[in-house]
């Protein structure tokens, strides 16, 4: 694009090209001058949108506005309508749509935050609320249509999974609230699904690991082994998804940090030094994976050109799809099964420490969990070796306890 001193004589002198040329006004950035190829001047002011494109990252593309034709609009006009002319009003003007104010939250809200919760809200309006809204201007959406399409969540996927697509509409629409001191968002508190208290809210759902401690020694003899030997044995059969599973159990750590491990954070030595992410508040650091797990992670094939341990089934990134890797193993297990998720795996990981003597300080610091107040601040030991001790006592105790040979596990104190 030439930029070129703009005249009034010099506008007049421009001849008629065989091709669309612009012209870029030096003395005042942002104006253009397009010549049509019949020889017709427009003037248009140029700014830069910001979208997200399919690869998760931002892209920046020019658009441009249009101020109207020379002569008719004179060059001094054009410099005052340039000078007036506001970007964000021209962008908030293309807000029209669910979708269009929603991608722009993303952009600019999320993505700008670095919000770690960023994969899972592009996941719900992607799979429950494009569907049904994708193409209707945000402004006509009404609180009894978002009723209905919470109830429907509801129904199909639970309460908690209702409220949580709430929490993203209420923000998708408070972005835009933000931009229309017209708009009011439709959403009230009255309107959450899950009416239960927080201690209601509470999960206590472990699975099975009865125990008789007797004689006065650490001895753990299993009544009923039941619903371990049953997990374990349903994660053997369902591929890479029950690879997962079984790290859950045996490190204790977040579904995100299993499922996001890269192949460069396991060391020689079989050291796993823990991605810390932005605005995270604390996670377990570097433990030594006991020999169960390393074996695990021994029989994962490697993707070319993907980093993780669990790659995406397309692309470049790791496997989101925990729907589905819950499915996977719920179908191999016995019918008698009681209700678990995925998050419960990591209770019993802290449960089981309990039981075999971990204290609660090292217990702690393996889940990854913020200290709080002057200990937090004073205390920098990163406890490597405890953390690796309890898990490397942790994946014996289970490995002991899935085994069917195995029903007494002799510990040391």
């Known amino acids: 694009m030439p930029k070129i001193r703009l005249t009034e004589a010099a506008i007049a002198q421009l001849e008629p090209s065989a091709k669309k040329l612009e012209y870029s006004d030096d003395k ?13 001047l427009t003037w248009a002011a140029l700014y830069y949108l910001k979208r997200l494109g399919p690869d998760g990252k931002l892209q920046t593309i020019p658009t441009t506005k249009r101020l109207g034709r020379w002569p008719n609009v004179p060059l001094k006009e054009a410099w005052a309508l340039a000078k007036k002319f506001d970007p ?20 600019d809200h999320v993505q700008e935050k670095r919000l770690r919760s960023r994969d899972s809200l592009v996941r719900q309006l992607h799979r429950y609320i494009y569907p049904q809204w994708r193409s209707r201007p945000i402004t006509q959406l009404r609180r009894m249509e978002v009723n209905e399409l919470l109830d429907r969540i509801k129904a199909q996927h639970g309460r908690v999974m209702a409220d949580a697509v709430m929490s993203t509409i209420r923000g998708v629409m408070t972005f835009y609230e933000g931009l229309d001191e017209d708009y009011r968002v439709p959403i009230v508190k009255s309107m959450k699904r899950d009416k239960r208290s927080g201690a209601e809210k509470a999960r206590t759902r472990t699975l099975d690991h009865d125990e008789i401690i007797s004689n006065g020694s650490v001895r753990l003899e299993y009544r009923d082994r039941g619903e371990l030997v049953a997990f374990w044995n349903a994660c053997g059969e369902a591929g890479s998804y029950g690879v997962i599973a079984k790290l859950l159990l045996l490190t204790g750590q977040r579904l995100t940090k299993v499922a996001r491990m890269r192949w460069e ?57 925990f729907g589905e890797l819950k499915q996977a193993i719920d179908a191999r297990l016995p019918s008698t099964m009681r209700p678990w998720v995925l998050h419960d795996l990591r209770r019993t990981a802290r449960s089981l420490l309990a039981r075999l003597g971990t204290s609660d300080a090292i217990a702690e610091r393996v889940l990854g969990h913020q200290l709080q107040g002057v200990l937090a601040t004073y205390n920098r030991h990163d406890y490597f070796a405890e953390k690796s001790e309890a898990l ?4 014996d105790l289970v490995e002991r306890t899935v085994d069917p040979g195995a029903n007494v596990v002799p510990l040391r104190r």
């Not at 964000?88 to 952009?107: G, M, P």
């Not at 954070?265 to 994976?289: F, M, P, Y």
């Not at 490397?392 to 994946?395: D, E, P």
């Open 265 to 321: 954070e396991v060391d020689a030595d079989g050291v796993w030094t823990i991605r810390t992410e932005h605005r995270e508040k604390g996670n377990a650091g570097r433990v030594q994976l006991p020999p169960l797990a390393l074996d695990l992670l021994a029989g994962l094939p490697r993707v070319e050109n993907n980093p993780h341990v669990f790659p995406a089934a397309r692309g470049y990134g790791p496997v989101f799809s």
């Open 392 to 395: 490397a006592q942790l994946a």
């Open 88 to 107: 964000h009003a021209a962008t908030r003007k293309e807000l029209e749509t669910f979708e269009q104010v929603a991608e722009a939250w993303l952009r």
């Open 28 to 40: 005042m950035p942002g104006l253009l001058l397009r010549h049509n190829p019949g020889g017709r």
